[in-house]
């Protein structure tokens, strides 16, 4: 009997607990417990032939590899419990962008009613005859907004929704593009506009925000919140 009871304490050095298991719930009649494997020992060791005891180096490789099982199993709960509190806390703060607006890498603008199309054109370098222009669903010009010089970096535009004989447009999508000289050289800038978030939703694809009047974007996509 001392014997058994050394090697339980050898069992809880590995880290290997006897945990109760309520045996009406939670215990599956094909899982492999603590306690069916200290008793798969015990009768092990009761009935081997004296003459032939078992190894120690075979009763530890035993026990490793049993622990090595029993660590894999409790990690990946323990991962999937982390990755479940990720995805609620992913959730819970995707809500509160419902109502703001987050600037995004797109070409196309929706113009509310009454309202107006912000955004940020990037320049890699200082420029001059930094140009907005604004094209309706047709491709036509509606209007050009000529920013002059501008430094490096990222720059903010408002197009308030008027045309170039400054008449209000209809609300609509329309099509955003920028131009500007960089070193005697006309190159398009990049474009991020400005959007309103009415809804979020999470799926397997991770969270997507539906934009107003753009419709779904990831939420990857988003360079900035407002």
């Not at 990037?122 to 309706?136: E, H």
């Amino acid at each position: 009997m001392s014997l058994v009871n050394a090697d339980y304490d050898l069992y809880q050095s590995l880290g290997l607990t006897n945990q109760p298991v309520d045996k009406g719930q939670g215990k599956s009649q094909s899982e492999l417990q603590m306690e069916d494997f200290l008793n798969l020992m015990v009768t092990e060791m009761t009935h081997q032939d004296p003459f032939k005891p078992m190894d120690n180096a075979e009763l530890a490789t035993q026990i490793s590899q049993f622990a090595a099982v029993s660590g894999i199993e409790q990690l990946n709960g323990s991962f999937n419990d982390l990755s479940g509190s990720l995805v609620s806390n992913q959730a819970l703060q995707a809500s509160g962008l419902v109502g703001r607006s987050v600037l995004v890498p797109t070409y196309n603008g929706y113009l509310g009613e009454g309202g107006s199309v912000k955004g940020v054109l990037g320049l890699s370098s200082q420029a001059s005859n930094v140009t907005v222009r604004i094209s309706n669903a047709a491709g036509s010009l509606v209007r050009e907004i000529s920013m002059g010089n501008k430094p490096a970096g990222e720059v903010n535009f408002t197009w308030d929704g008027l045309n170039d004989l400054g008449e209000p447009m209809p609300a609509g999508e329309y099509q955003i593009s920028a131009q500007a000289e960089i070193d005697g050289e006309v190159l398009s800038p990049y474009v991020l506009v400005e959007a309103a978030v009415n809804s979020v939703s999470l799926g397997t694809d991770g969270l997507t925000l539906n934009l107003e009047g753009l419709g779904h974007v990831s939420f990857n996509d988003v360079a900035e919140i407002r």
